[in-house]
């Protein structure tokens, strides 16, 4: 009787773990149902804080003024400046060189890259719409 007893114990050991064991996995499944809108939520305020987080580091619209005004030449004048709401920056410079605007702008910190879309013939120089890349 007593080798009876002691050759159970391993076999009723497995089918306590196994009985645990699956225990387990139903509690975890049924915490990860509950949990999931939670995950979703918290994905969209991850979503939300990144872009907050661009929009705060992105230079303000008045900066980037400022900072276009200190490229330009005297005899320049800013025609127009745009932000799209992708957050591209469109200006348009009424120079007499593009040329020379052009190598100006690319030395000013804080400004995107930007490349020349259009030129147009107005008021006795060119106007030059730039964009950011």
Not at 45 to 73: C, F, I, K, Y
């Amino acid at each position: 009787m007593i080798a009876l007893l002691l050759a159970s114990i391993p076999f009723s050991s497995w089918i306590g773990a196994e009985w645990l064991t699956r225990g387990a996995r139903a509690d975890v499944a049924a915490m990860a149902r509950r949990a999931a809108p939670m995950r979703q939520a918290r994905a969209g305020e991850a979503r939300t804080r990144r872009n907050l987080a661009q929009w705060v580091a992105a230079p303000h619209a008045v900066q980037q003024v400022d900072r276009l005004g200190s490229a330009l030449d005297d005899a320049d004048r800013l025609v127009s400046v745009e932000r799209a709401a992708d957050g591209m920056l469109a200006v348009d410079v009424l120079t007499a060189d593009p040329a020379r605007l052009r190598t100006r702008l690319r030395a000013v910190p804080g400004i995107p890259p930007l490349r020349t879309v259009a030129e147009r013939r107005g008021d006795g120089a060119l106007i030059v719409r730039f964009r950011s890349r």
